[in-house]
């Protein structure tokens, strides 16, 4: 998972942590942070990086929650 969050955080620009469970490592939750000045470009990064995870053949994205503050 640490590759993955570096190319992550390297490509997008973003903060990333591994959050929830962390004792499986089959699994992982992943908190993703994202800063910009208008909301339509985080949508626009948040999607990107949807993308760039379903492209990943050894992940599965199950569940995806985002919030605005």
Excluded: C, P
């Amino acid at each position: 998972m640490s590759s993955v969050k570096t190319r992550l955080s390297n490509r997008f620009n973003l903060s990333i942590a591994e959050i929830g469970q962390k004792d499986s490592w089959t699994e992982a939750e992943l908190g993703i942070a994202v800063v910009a000045e208008e909301r339509a470009l985080v949508d626009r990064v948040l999607e990107q990086v949807t993308r760039f995870l379903d492209a990943d053949v050894r992940l599965e994205v199950v569940h995806r929650v985002v919030e605005y503050f």
